[in-house]
């Protein structure tokens, strides 16, 4: 059933797709923990034929509508970005930050870009997440990984309330990877009707820190009320890097993780997979590329974490420390996350891992070299025969990849110097198609390099690596 379909049940009249969205726009520090000064552009996706009008309505922490901004119809297919900072109003959106919600009388998607880039003073890191339609709110949320200064990674939950009329009063319980509750059913406060709510994992009572600082999360209401959130991830040390990724409302028996690292270019990664169920164990495999296989035993919202350079039967470097895996259960349902990062710090990024494929997928932003960014989609063929993989773009470009292996991936890299066919400084989005219908998934990175027009040298050490998931149609 396609996510178009599910959403005519919010509406008899008029059918409205309705996008949650959480960010801070130049935040002050009582509203979020990560260190920055923090600007973020809401990138929007019109999946179908029709034009979309939209309507974008900003929320302050008590609910309250501060403004609201049309921007002009998005046509058929069409990618629009908008700049927060750059919005005018009447009334004025002040600096601050605020929930959102995104509502459209066409299927649309969203993502949120957030840096900080404008101080001289402030670490210059960025981070991304994608949006929620109407129908991934959920009375239970999922958070697979938390942290509180484990191996100098902290983290905080960002819940909004997707009730129009309802205050939700949050409760969280917590398990180290062990299965052991840490902290049960805690009060985390109150969030009012569109607001959101931002709690620290160092202000939760109970929960351990240092090198025992890492446990899962499932988070209600007393309410019962339908609820978003995403999970923000940051390191002051070795170096400054943010992440994010939003929280889960149900698993599936199949996950597919399409971009995973052993020392790759330096880069590495680790994948966390949570037991989404209450009462009996999630038993399952991670299958990797090259066939190395891990089994797992998660207890009831437990999850566990997979770094990759642990494995020595992974491969490794330059040439095949690149790989994807597909996780199957035999019993239970689970969600996942990867994160990824650099040895030596600097990027630093993670993705939801995408737990249905299909065989087109929807890239809703993508860059190339637009203000020293680009953008790397790697799509992994979860069929079971090879196919040829074709990137849409919204102009009407398009490339195609030919004989992709069985559960391998293709990198389409959008750099001038990479064979990149769009034009200089594009943002657009597109979708990914195989040739004979084979299921795929991709996840989409964002970063800068010096080989990009626009790319600040002297913003190094720097993090502007970020991630997000293809959708599946």
Do not use: C
Request: proline content about 5%; aromatic content about 10%; glycine content about 8%.
């Amino acid at each position: 059933m396609s996510k178009f379909r599910r959403i005519i049940a919010f509406s008899m009249f008029f059918v409205m797709a309705f996008v949650f969205l959480m960010f801070s726009s130049h935040s002050v520090a009582a509203q979020t923990n990560a260190p920055g000064v923090w600007s973020s552009s809401i990138n929007l996706q019109n999946v179908t034929s029709s034009p979309a009008t939209v309507v974008i309505t900003f929320y302050d922490a008590s609910g309250n509508v501060v403004t609201t901004y049309t921007p002009s119809t998005l046509a058929g297919g069409e990618a629009l970005s908008i700049f927060v900072p750059a919005i005018t109003t009447s009334p004025a959106l002040p600096s601050g930050q605020y929930s959102v919600v995104v509502s459209s009388d066409v299927q649309i998607l969203a993502s949120v870009n957030t840096a900080s880039t404008n101080s001289t003073s402030a670490p210059w890191t960025a981070f991304a997440y994608d949006g929620f339609d109407s129908s991934q709110a959920g009375a239970t949320l999922y958070f697979p990984g938390n942290y509180n200064n484990y191996f100098n990674f902290f983290s905080e939950l960002v819940i909004q309330n997707t009730d129009a009329s309802t205050t939700a009063t949050l409760r969280g319980t917590f398990r180290n990877q062990s299965g052991t509750v840490l902290a049960s059913n805690v009060n985390l406060g109150t969030v009012a009707p569109n607001a959101s709510r931002t709690i620290a994992m160092s202000s939760v009572s109970g929960l351990p820190s240092g090198s025992s600082g890492v446990f899962s999360a499932v988070v209600t209401s007393d309410e019962t009320v339908n609820l978003v959130g995403v999970a923000n991830i940051w390191r002051t040390s070795p170096t400054n890097g943010t992440a994010s990724y939003s929280g889960f409302t149900g698993g599936g028996t199949t996950l597919y993780p399409p971009a995973l690292y052993n020392n790759y270019f330096g880069f590495r990664s680790a994948l966390t997979v949570q037991n989404v169920g209450t009462s009996q164990n999630a038993v399952g495999t991670i299958t990797y590329g090259n066939g190395t296989t891990v089994n797992f035993n998660l207890a009831p919202g437990a999850a566990q974490e997979y770094f990759q350079p642990n494995n020595a039967s992974l491969p490794s470097g330059n040439t095949n420390g690149v790989f994807s895996a597909k996780v199957t259960t035999t019993q239970g349902s689970v969600v996942g996350l990867v994160s990824l990062s650099s040895a030596t710090g600097g990027p630093f990024a993670s993705y939801n891992v995408p737990s249905s494929a299909s065989s087109s997928v929807n890239i809703p932003n993508l860059l190339s070299d637009y203000y020293g960014y680009f953008s790397a989609v790697t799509v992994q063929n979860a069929g079971t025969t090879s196919t040829n993989i074709t990137i849409n773009y919204a102009n009407g470009m398009s490339k195609t990849i030919n004989n992709v292996p069985a559960g391998g991936t293709t990198n389409i890299i959008h750099l001038d110097n990479a064979g990149d066919a769009l034009p200089f400084r594009t943002s657009t989005s597109a979708t990914v198609s195989s040739s004979n219908g084979n299921p795929l998934v991709a996840v989409i990175q964002h970063n800068t390099s010096p080989n990009v027009a626009g790319y600040n040298s002297a913003k190094t050490p720097s993090d502007f690596l970020l991630a997000v998931t293809g959708v599946s149609e």
